[in-house]
C-alpha cells in the first residue's frame, strides 16, 4: 500500500525568507504524481504544484518549487520569498497515474509565516 | 475553470435526522468524484470513492448504511449522513477530476461544515 510521510507537524520562517518542507513517501508503482496542495484558514484545498514521476526535472511555479528524489522517494516543497499569505496547513499527496485514483496525504505541515 | 461547488457551506441539525450535502462540477464533467472528511488540524480522510451511474466504493471502516453517496450525473454527487449524531460532526470535503483527463488533478470543493447537536 502507498503512504505518504510528512515528518514536520510545524514549520515557521520569517517573511521573505526561504522554508522547505518535507515529504517521503513509498509506493511499488513506477508511474505516479505527486502533489502539494495547500489549505489556508477558509479550508479551501489549493493545488500548489504538481510532479510527474515520469519527468526528472524538478517542477516550479514562480516562488515554489520541488526536489523530487525518485529513487530515495522524497517530494520536498521549498517555498522562496515567504509571503504573509503562504501560512496555512500544507499537505503532500501521492495518485497513482490515472486520476480516477485516489489521492493518498500525508498528515500536513503547518507553516507560519512571520514578519 | 475547474469549479467545484459544495452545498451547503454550513449545516446544524438536530441528532437522528438526515443531512444532504451535494457537490457539484460546474464547468467540467467529472469521471469520479470522492468524498473526504476532516477533523479540526487533521488531514483528509477519504470517505468513499463515486463514479457516475455506479455505486460508491467505501474505503475500510466507513459505514456504507451512515454515509449515503449517489453519483446521478457527470456533475453532480450527493453524501447524504443518515440518521446523524454528534460524532459525525466534522468537515465534509469532495473533490472531482475531469473526464477524458487521465493526468490532470483533482478539483476541489470549497467544503461543508457539519454540526449535529
Known amino acids: 500500500a502507498q503512504t505518504v510521510t510528512q515528518s514536520q507537524p510545524e514549520m515557521s520562517v520569517q517573511e521573505a525568507e526561504t522554508v522547505t518542507l518535507s515529504c517521503t513517501y513509498d509506493?511499488?508503482?513506477?508511474?505516479?504524481?505527486l502533489f502539494w496542495y495547500k489549505q489556508p484558514p477558509s479550508r479551501q484545498m489549493i493545488l500548489v504544484i504538481r510532479?510527474?514521476?515520469?519527468?526528472?526535472q524538478n517542477a516550479t511555479e514562480n516562488r515554489f518549487s520541488v526536489n523530487f528524489q525518485k529513487a530515495a522517494k522524497s517530494f520536498s516543497l521549498k517555498i522562496s520569498d515567504s509571503q504573509l499569505g503562504d501560512a496555512a496547513m500544507y499537505f503532500c499527496?501521492?495518485?497513482?497515474?490515472?486520476?480516477?485514483?485516489?489521492?493518498?496525504f500525508g498528515t500536513g505541515t503547518r507553516l507560519q509565516v512571520f514578519p | 475553470g475547474a469549479v467545484v461547488s459544495q452545498h451547503p457551506s454550513w449545516v446544524i441539525c438536530k441528532s437522528g435526522t438526515s443531512v444532504k450535502i451535494e457537490c457539484r462540477s460546474l464547468?467540467?464533467?467529472?469521471?469520479?468524484m470522492f468524498w473526504y472528511r476532516q477533523f479540526p488540524k487533521q488531514s483528509l480522510m477519504l470517505m468513499a470513492t463515486?463514479?457516475?451511474?455506479?455505486?460508491?466504493?467505501?474505503e475500510q471502516g466507513v459505514e456504507k448504511d451512515k454515509f449515503l453517496i449517489n453519483h446521478a450525473s457527470l456533475t453532480l454527487s450527493t453524501l447524504t449522513v443518515t440518521s446523524a449524531h454528534p460524532e459525525d460532526s466534522s468537515f465534509y470535503i469532495c473533490?472531482?477530476?475531469?473526464?477524458?483527463?487521465?493526468?490532470?488533478?483533482?478539483?476541489f470543493g470549497p467544503g461543508t461544515r457539519l454540526t449535529v447537536l
Open positions: 473533490s472531482a477530476n475531469y473526464f477524458g483527463r487521465a493526468e490532470a488533478e483533482q478539483f
Open positions: 509506493t511499488s508503482e513506477s508511474d505516479y504524481y
Open positions: 510532479q510527474e514521476a515520469y519527468k526528472q
Open positions: 499527496a501521492y495518485r497513482r497515474f490515472y486520476n480516477t485514483d485516489k489521492l493518498i
Open positions: 464547468d467540467f464533467q467529472a469521471t469520479t
Open positions: 463515486s463514479n457516475e451511474g455506479s455505486k460508491a466504493t467505501y
